[in-house]
């Protein structure tokens, strides 16, 4: 369910542009954005940062698109979100001991150090790589492409790359024989 309703502002801005225009979509998400975040904090009374910070940069380039008539600004938007979580995973290991994928993952899964560490780097290597991508895709393509490829390629990639990351994961992991 966590999963639908972080895509909430992407399905409704996919819904949005096929009734009706890029113009109308990006305004949808920015609205639906507003709302995800506001009823993440009504019921857990905390936000959640990766809404806060895509629902800034949706105003950001989303509202620049609005103002200035240019979809160019909201095609860039997944791209500056994938490198923006690119640099936060580097520079979080950078300074600091362990990766973010390991104090995000680490309570559940039992690993070596090594092991997160290249996970770390791949989930580096998979941000970059969406972002370009995304990028190829918005200039190469139709509009109506990208947003195709907005929903269900970038969706679809991230879903191959969290199944070959869990079996990565799968092949370092203890089982309770092992701890024994």
Known sequence: MKFLFDLFPIILFFIAYKMYDIYVATAVAIAAAFVQTALFWVKNRRFEKMHVITLGILIVFGGLTLALRDPVF???????VNWLFAAVFMGARLFSKTSLIERMMGHAVTVP?????RLNWAWILFFVFIGIINLYVAFNYSEETWVNFK???MMGLTLVFVFGQAFYLSRYMETTEDKQ
């Open 113 to 117: 150090a090594p092991v997160w560490d």
């Open 151 to 153: 929903l269900f390629g």
């Open 74 to 80: 909201i095609k860039w938007k997944p791209t500056v």
